[in-house]
């Protein structure tokens, strides 16, 4: 997904190749509706995870949105509950999503976003749809450092 929230498919055989996926625009995606946006991936379902505004305080929601492509162009749906998954961002905007089934093996919810609060140094479960609760503030943007990025080891597994 670029800055404007096009969404491209790399072909690697028979040469390498970028292909942007039609897709219908969307007001609830868009940049004015959600500042902040992850793509991650869900079993086989594609998803845009977004919030309103770069502060993350008592009330705020999140939103999730599924890309269906089934249709032509392809369409965003909005996904009223993650069912048995949870997902993990990070407060920088430039580092990528991680999604986690069946969370409650390690002791986890489903259904929500967790998020780093830098300041009480541990994780912040947000249901989804439901408004953050409590005497939060966490600030998503970019940081001057280096963020790291996710690696799912199933990721590299074209690389052997």
Known sequence: MDSDRRIFKVHLTPQISIQELPVIES??????????????????????????????????????FRLD????????FKVEKLEHWAIFISTDKRSQALSCMNPEIWGGRSNCIYCYNHESERWIALELGKPLQGDVFIFMGCDGKVQPMWVVPSM????W
């Not at 492509?69 to 965003?76: H, N, V």
């Not at 590299?156 to 690389?159: E, N, Q, V």
Request: aromatic share 8%.
């Open 156 to 159: 590299l597994s074209l690389c």
């Open 27 to 64: 007001s609830m995606i868009s940049k004015r509706n959600l500042s902040n946006a992850w793509l991650v991936a869900c079993g086989d379902m594609l998803l845009l995870v977004g919030c309103r505004g770069s502060i993350v305080v008592s009330g705020v929601t999140f939103e999730v």
């Open 69 to 76: 492509l089934s249709f032509e162009p392809a369409l965003w």
